[in-house]
């Protein structure tokens, strides 16, 4: 069974930094991109970032580029999500997800984890 399970989401001030963790399992994790994608209350969904699977390239949205960083770890399975500068509309439940491409977008097929909440007060 896939299995994505995040952490890491809390209250922080704007300006503050978080960093989210997924750790997957059920799958061969360093086969496949994975990601970030969030939606907040009353808006569509947005891809945030991917990494890929074969060179570790990483692909931001434009609202977060300069300010979050990807990372993976494969022996650890695990996904990293590093926020910093961060802005109240960053507010939102943040999903890990694989797999992912170099244009943010997610499968309605692929797998995702329960989601963690970020939220940043002005």
């Known amino acids: 069974e896939v299995q994505l399970v995040e952490s890491g989401g809390g209250l922080v001030q704007a300006g503050g930094s978080l960093r989210l963790s997924c750790v997957a399992s059920g799958f061969t994790f360093d086969d496949y991109a994975v990601g970030w994608f969030r939606q907040a209350p009353g808006k569509e969904r947005e891809g945030v970032s991917c990494i890929s699977s074969s060179d570790g390239s990483t692909y931001y949205a434009d609202s977060v580029k300069g300010r979050f960083t990807i990372s993976r770890d494969n022996a650890k399975n695990t996904v990293y999500l590093q926020m910093n500068s961060l802005k109240p509309e960053d507010t939102a439940v943040y999903y890990c997800?694989?797999?992912?491409?170099?244009?943010?977008?997610?499968?309605?097929?692929?797998?995702w984890g329960q989601g963690t909440q970020v939220t940043v007060s002005s």
């Open positions: 997800a694989s797999p992912c491409t170099s244009w943010l977008t997610f499968s309605d097929f692929g797998s």
